[in-house]
Structures are given as structure tokens and as C-alpha cells.
């Protein structure tokens, strides 16, 4: 038998619940996450110890992880091949894509790349569009250029500085 004992003036103390985020999915499809932070889902796992054996027999469509993880894989000979998008995860507004490395992603995996700017429980504050020019603004973002032209994919919401890649560019010309 357990005995509570009170002591007077003794507060417990509070262990806040570890709250994990909801991927908000760019594309439906069966995604591996490589941060740690996220809830799983049906379609989402969470692989914070990067692409492993675990991560390769899950078979994701659809990769999301930090540009250093990608760009590793990237390199790579037995690179992951992945059939559907990366999801470029980006938790500081001063380390964005730059659209040189944008091309050489999408080159070297050959899909197309969705970057996602989160705070640091993994909460959107700006994620890309279909459309691929720029990234939506959900909240906060204060002090970044904005684009404020209407996005092809309809979405009003501002957008963070245009990131239409010049690969695609060069598809519509
Ligand atoms: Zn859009």
C-alpha cells in the first residue's frame, strides 16, 4: 500500500507534458521525420537518430529534416531515394535556403523541395506552397521581407521572399 504523505508548504513539482507538434504536410504521403519533436502519425515517423536501417525499411515517400541532415544525405552515394518531396526544416530565419542549394537538393534527390521555417517546438511560422514561391506566413515572422504579390496556389496570407527555384523556372520557360 502507497501512503501520501503532505507536508505543509511543500508544492510538487510540475513537470510540464513534452507537447510534440503536428507535421503539417506539404503533400499527402508516408513521411520520415529526422527531428525529434514531432507526433507520429499513420503516415509520419519520427527518426531523430537520422536515415538508418529503421528509416530505410519504413520506405518514406516524403523526408523531412534540417538542411546539414539533407545536404549529408546529399552527398551520399547510396543516397535515400525518395518518389515524392524533402521537407527542408529551417528553425532560424537567417539560415533559409539559398537557391543554389535549393537546385542542388532537388537535383540530387529529384523532387521537389518544401521549406518549412518552425519555432522551436516545431510550431509553423512560414511554410512553401505547391505554387513554390515563397513561404506562407502562419504567425509571428516580424521584421522579414515580405512578398506581398497573390500566389499562384491562391493561399492570400504574405509570403517570405520568393523562393521560386530556378530549375522550375527553366521547366516553364
Ligand atoms: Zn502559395
Known amino acids: 500500500m502507497q501512503v501520501r504523505i503532505r507536508i505543509p508548504g511543500c508544492v510538487a513539482p510540475y513537470f510540464r507534458p513534452r507537447i510534440r507538434a503536428v507535421f503539417q504536410a506539404p503533400l499527402e504521403a ?8 514531432f507526433a507520429p502519425s499513420r503516415r509520419v515517423r519520427i527518426y531523430p537518430e537520422g536515415w538508418s536501417e529503421r528509416t530505410s525499411r519504413f520506405a518514406p515517400e516524403m ?18 531515394s525518395i ?17 543554389e542549394e535549393r537546385d542542388r537538393l532537388w537535383r540530387a534527390f529529384g523532387v521537389p523541395i518544401f521549406e518549412q ?8 511560422l512560414a511554410a ?6 515563397g513561404l506562407h506566413v502562419k504567425r509571428g515572422c516580424e521584421g522579414l521581407p515580405l512578398d506581398v ?3 499562384p496556389c491562391g493561399d492570400p496570407a504574405l509570403r517570405l521572399r520568393s523562393t521560386r ?8 520557360a
Open 30 to 37: 508516408r513521411t520520415a521525420i529526422l527531428v525529434r519533436g
Open 63 to 80: 523526408l523531412a529534416a534540417r538542411i546539414a541532415q539533407l545536404r549529408e544525405l546529399a552527398c551520399q552515394i547510396d543516397r535515400p
Open 83 to 99: 518518389s515524392h518531396a524533402l521537407v527542408v526544416l529551417c528553425y532560424d530565419s537567417a539560415s533559409f535556403l539559398l537557391p
Open 117 to 124: 521555417y518552425l519555432d522551436k517546438w516545431n510550431e509553423v
Open 128 to 133: 512553401e506552397c505547391v505554387a513554390h514561391a
Open 149 to 151: 504579390t497573390p500566389c
Open 165 to 172: 527555384p530556378r530549375l522550375l523556372r527553366a521547366a516553364v
